[in-house]
């Protein structure tokens, strides 16, 4: 028995750590490992007869969530004119990847080892990513040989601009590791000259990426940052004080970047009702206020969006004041999670999703505020505060994004949200007073 326990395992850390390779490439196949890892948990618990991760708040809530969003995603009433049969099907899946975070937080990545080396493989991607940026930003195309997009951004190791939205994410980690690092290596003014150049180095990174969200998203992530992280605080005013700066250079050193990042953001914010964005909002809204306490099911804005019923304008209760942009504007998904949520499950479901949320963080946020003593701990602490700080940029209400659970963007994100709740849960477990206070 001993032997199988540690099959399951090993493959699965194994899958674990190879699986920042595969989101950042070969998506089927990180879908595939994550769901492997998921299922090896499942038997875990089944021949350890161990179900105590199963009493955690985040899951219950979690499973609250998804049941309601299964009921919702019965085939019956309305919902069988958009031919939804199949959708139950593809809420039911849904849940592996709760499982995958609960595994990788109470099960692959208890060991501190384990947690360290897939943080050096989630940093590597990272830089990879970036050397594939700054190459097409350079010589104009990647190492495999694809151009910037016809839009002007970069596209990173992609022939499509969906890069910039992962590295975001990961980067923020990564970055803020960096910084402490050197803060803490080089003493003195070259130490702290040093840490400001890695923050505007990946400012400048994503703000030549040309696109706007991840780069708002990955500001707000560095200001969350600094709330727990003392050191960094007047490098991040200064940082904020330059960034101007460094968007006015943009404009000299990719002229397309510029445009995209600032003159297209302009441009939608002075006319956002009317923008592709805020008649996909707009709809959303409508079909969820259309069907407030179930929704319409599971991937519901992807099949229903077209239905004429919901053809309406700004403001959205009112139904002689246009088509709000027709069937042209629909998409696969709202672009938000939070509409995703209250389209496919109604306001019930919306709420679930809110607390599912909120209880995340709480969670995360556990043993941020600890007492700093060394290098080690500093090092560790950015790199906790910076896994909070990308779930929290990821979760931000007022965000563009991709469906809750699409790859790959979805899988970095419960990725990190999984090696971000592993630290949590070593903290609550192994905590030593220190002076009076409890530490890491």
Not at 207 to 214: I, S
Not at 251 to 261: D, G, I, K, M, N
């Amino acid at each position: 028995m001993d032997s199988i326990y540690k099959f399951l395992h090993h493959t699965s850390l194994g899958s674990a750590l190879i699986l920042p390779l595969f989101l950042t490439h070969f998506r089927g196949i990180a879908d595939g490992l994550m769901s492997y890892i998921a299922i090896c948990f499942l038997l875990h618990s089944i021949l350890q007869k161990d179900w105590d991760w199963a009493r955690q708040s985040w899951i219950i809530i979690a499973f609250i969530w998804w049941g309601w969003l299964l009921i919702c995603s019965i085939p019956f009433g309305s919902f069988l004119r958009y031919g939804g049969q199949g959708n139950i099907l593809e809420a039911f899946v849904v849940v592996r990847f709760l499982i995958f975070v609960v595994a990788m937080q109470r099960w692959v990545l208890v060991d501190e080892r384990h947690r360290r080396w897939i943080g050096y493989v989630i940093a590597g991607c990272c830089l990879y990513i970036v050397a594939q940026m700054l190459c097409q930003f350079v010589v104009g195309y990647n190492f495999f040989g694809s151009p910037r997009y016809i839009d002007g951004t970069l596209t990173g190791p992609y022939p499509h601009p969906r890069a910039a939205a992962p590295l975001s994410r990961i980067l923020l980690p990564t970055s803020l590791v960096s910084v402490v690092f050197v803060i803490y290596t080089v003493k003195g003014w070259k130490g702290q000259l040093g840490a400001l150049l890695i923050l505007l180095f990946a400012l400048a990174v994503l703000a030549l990426a040309g696109q706007r969200m991840p780069f708002i998203l990955f500001v707000m992530g560095l200001i969350i940052a600094v709330i727990w992280l003392r050191p960094l605080r007047n490098l991040a005013l200064m940082t904020i004080g330059i960034l101007p700066v460094v968007i006015l250079i943009t404009a000299f050193v990719s002229p397309r970047s510029f445009h995209h990042l600032v003159i297209r953001f302009i441009e939608q914010m002075s006319h956002f009702s009317s923008s592709p964005y805020g008649l996909v909002y707009n709809r959303a809204f409508v079909m969820g206020l259309n069907n407030p306490l179930a929704g319409l099911g599971y991937d519901a804005f992807k099949h229903a969006c077209a239905d004429p019923l919901y053809f309406r304008g700004w403001p959205f209760w009112d139904v002689n004041s246009g088509n709000g942009g027709g069937a042209i504007i629909c998409l696969s998904h709202p672009h938000n999670h939070y509409l995703q949520a209250l389209i496919d499950s109604g306001f019930p479901g919306l709420l679930c999703f809110i607390a599912l949320v909120m209880v995340w963080l709480w969670e995360l946020s556990k043993g941020l505020s600890a007492k700093i003593f060394n290098k080690s701990m500093a090092m560790k602490q950015a790199w906790r505060v910076g896994l909070f700080a990308a779930v929290f940029i990821h979760e931000w209400p007022f965000a563009s994004t991709s469906n809750f659970v699409n790859m790959p963007l979805g899988g970095w994100f419960f990725l990190l949200l999984g090696l971000g709740l592993a630290y949590s849960w070593d903290y609550q477990k192994n905590y030593v007073n220190v002076e009076g206070m409890k530490n890491v």
